[in-house]
C-alpha cells in the first residue's frame, strides 16, 4: 500500500469508525464494527508474533497489545447488541407476517 492509499484509508476510517462507535442503533453498525474488531484482533496477533522489530520492549508490546484487546472488547459489546437487536427485529417481522398470512 502505498502513503497516499494509507493516507486516503485512514481519512475514509476514522469517521466511519466514530459514526459507528456513536451510534445509538447498534442492529445497523454491528456488522461493519465486527470487520473493524477483527483488524484490531489481528494487529494485536501480529504485534505478539513479531519478535524482529527491535522499537519495543516485550512488556510494552504486552501492554499495547492489551489496550488493543480492551478496545475490541469494548467494541464487541456493540456488536452483541446489535446482533440481539436484529433477532428481537427479525422476530417481530416474523410475527408480523405470520399474523398477516
Known amino acids: 500500500m502505498t ?6 484509508a485512514s481519512r475514509t476510517f476514522v469517521p466511519d469508525v466514530t459514526r459507528v462507535i456513536s451510534s445509538d442503533r447498534p442492529g445497523e453498525v454491528s456488522n461493519t464494527l465486527a470487520y473493524r474488531v477483527s483488524s ?8 505478539l508474533e513479531n519478535d524482529n522489530s527491535g522499537w519495543t520492549t516485550e ?3 504486552r501492554g499495547a497489545v492489551g489496550d488493543v484487546l ?10 452483541v447488541d446489535g446482533t440481539e437487536q436484529m433477532h428481537r427485529d ?3 417481522a416474523v410475527r408480523k407476517l405470520e399474523a398477516r398470512a
Not at 480492551?70 to 456488536?79: C, H, N, P, S, Y
Request: hydrophobic residues 45%.
Open 3 to 8: 502513503n497516499e492509499q494509507c493516507a486516503r
Open 40 to 47: 484490531l484482533l489481528r494487529v494485536a496477533r501480529l504485534a
Open 59 to 61: 512488556e510494552q508490546t
Open 70 to 79: 480492551e478496545i475490541a472488547e469494548a467494541l464487541q459489546d456493540i456488536i
Open 90 to 92: 427479525l422476530g417481530t
